[in-house]
């Protein structure tokens, strides 16, 4: 099977089979994808709340209330549903901590080479935080990659999924005690097999035409 055969067949599943589960190696083969998804300068600025049990999933479902309420199925039905998480702020102890890991993993040549990398990071933090607006879209936006790699990935591995923004951040966030932690939800993923119910599941791919998405410059 193909990336692009993958990409082709995923689609955005709409009811759950909850009579089927996802194994624990599956689920960790999901997990790391997500840990090695790609971030700006590799700040990695994120967190990811895994739920499995009916309870976790309560919480999380408790969080699409009135005309969201058609996402809460979604994640009661689903095996395994993810809560992608960013960081409230970055600052020079988030750069410090990335920095000591890219050494633990032999990044760098020598230690001007960490300490440049240091001075680089923090520099480019500090400009950003000038303006906390950008600063957060900017932490958001890296969840978004994660969650790309994460659904292509689930597809190749035969595993159907839906992304979910219907949801209500404040209660989210406090179910889960984001707050507290420095953090706040971006997005919520599930995980699963499909329903036979799952109307979606027979409808033709619709995607815009490449003329039309793409130009050559």
């Keep these: 099977m193909t990336i692009l055969h993958s990409a082709k067949k995923r689609y955005a599943t709409k009811a759950f089979d909850a009579s089927k589960t996802i194994s624990a190696e599956h689920i960790e083969q999901l997990k790391a994808i997500i840990r090695l998804s790609p971030s700006s300068v590799n700040i990695q600025a994120w967190h990811f709340m895994v739920a499995t049990t009916d309870r976790a999933k309560e919480k999380i479902a408790a969080a699409c209330p009135g005309a969201m309420a058609y996402n809460a199925k979604k994640i009661k039905e689903a095996p395994l549903v993810i809560v992608f998480c960013a960081h409230d702020s970055v600052g020079e102890q988030t750069v410090a901590r990335i920095v000591e890991q890219e050494a633990q993993d032999n990044r760098y040549a020598d230690e001007q080479a960490q300490s440049d990398r240091l ?44 992304p979910i923004e219907g949801y209500d951040n404040s209660i989210l966030d406090k179910a889960l005690g984001l707050t507290e932690k420095g953090l706040h939800s971006t997005v919520i993923a599930a995980f699963g097999y499909r329903s036979s119910e799952d109307f979606n599941a027979t409808l033709t791919k619709s995607r815009l035409p490449n003329d039309e998405l793409f130009e050559t410059i």
Excluded: C, E, F
């Design 119 to 162: 001075a680089l990071l923090t520099n480019h933090i500090n400009r950003l935080n000038k303006n906390p607006i950008t600063a957060r879209a900017w932490v958001d936006k890296q969840t978004y990659i994660a969650l790309g790699s994460v659904l292509l990935a689930a597809a190749d591995m035969g595993i159907d999924s839906v």
